[in-house]
């Protein structure tokens, strides 16, 4: 078996693994109704909201999609600040849905300030909480009070695709109405669920259009336990069977998730490596790859030691190599890990 250090997939849980093993339910049944309900209810407390949440079947994209544009009309003007692939594509998205969208750009790695956000006359603001692709961390709830003090009627939606039981996350406490994530990162699932999130003022506001994407006709469904189209039922189990384990010990949880993504970040800078992002992330450890290394001889020597890990994206490609132990990684496995990666760098 491989070591998947990649920020997603990652390794699953196993208690995803068993649930994935039990026999296929028919999702208009009593018994895959009571598992629907059930992981929406315990999403509903990860995410700590009181609203709802909508589980999809589609990946995270899917579920940027249908925030946006369920939250917004064509023509609303939203900003858009741009610090890595995953904010360019909410920008992209936005673009798309017919918004008004206006970027703020960053160079890969930075994270924008409070002040850069205070900005007046728009009809929401878009957010990745953690960019996967540079490894940086935003302060979500700062910037959600300082867009909100220029903007009180706006919405804002944040990106929680690699945040989601990986970092301390909230809605109405942070002043974020609507999020979403996917079950392949800090959910330590397969691929193939997206999660929409929405507080109370979200679905007030909520502005529905498209077919499969229309929220509103999910809602009304799977407030009964069933969903308007076929879902991933077994991934749906798998997602409840994961966070009734994790969610009663969530802060021992989190601290080791940090803690862990910390010694990654200790063993590259012992060798002198450079990390991409300005303010951490413990979803994924990311550094600069050194001055006449290539990323593909990076690759191979955690290939050799059967690790897979990830290099860059977008203007990052090529110039840095990211690892994550985002996965279902214990204490002593992750030292394994660093053992692993201080061999690499020893070579
Ligand atoms: N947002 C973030 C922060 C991500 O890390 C990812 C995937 O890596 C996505 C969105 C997109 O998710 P998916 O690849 O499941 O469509």
Known sequence: MDWLLTPGPVRLHPKALEALSRPQLHHRTAPAREVFLKARALLKAAFRTEGEVLI??????????????????????????????????FYEIALEAGLEAHRLDYPYGQVPSPAD???????????????????????????????????????????????????????????????????????????????????????ERLKPRGYYLDLSRELRAQREGESAW??????????????????PRLEAHLSLKAWQNGLLYEVGEGFGLRPVPEVR????????LPEGIAYARVKEAFAQRGAVIAGGQGPLKGKIFRLSLMGAYDRYEALGVAALFREVLSE
């Open 117 to 203: 956000v205070a900005r007046e006359g728009y009809a929401g603001l878009l957010l990745v909480h953690s960019e996967t692709s540079t490894g940086a961390l935003v302060d979500l709830p700062a910037l959600s009070r300082a867009f909100k003090e220029a903007n009180p009627d706006a919405l804002v939606g944040a990106d929680m695709v690699t945040s989601l039981l990986v970092w301390e996350v909230a809605l109405e406490a942070y002043g974020v109405d609507a999020a979403l994530s996917g079950s392949q990162k800090g959910l330590m699932c397969p691929p193939g669920l997206g999660f929409v999130a929405l507080s109370p003022r979200a679905l």
């Open 56 to 89: 999809l079947t589609g990946s995270g994209t899917l579920a940027m999609e249908a925030l946006v544009k369920n939250l917004f009309a064509p023509g609303e003007r939203v900003l858009v600040p741009v610090y890595g692939k995953f904010s360019e594509r």
């Open 230 to 247: 076929t879902p991933a039922i077994n991934l749906v189990g798998a997602v409840a069977a994961v966070l009734e384990e994790v969610l």
């Open 281 to 288: 992330s413990p979803a994924v450890a990311a550094f600069y």
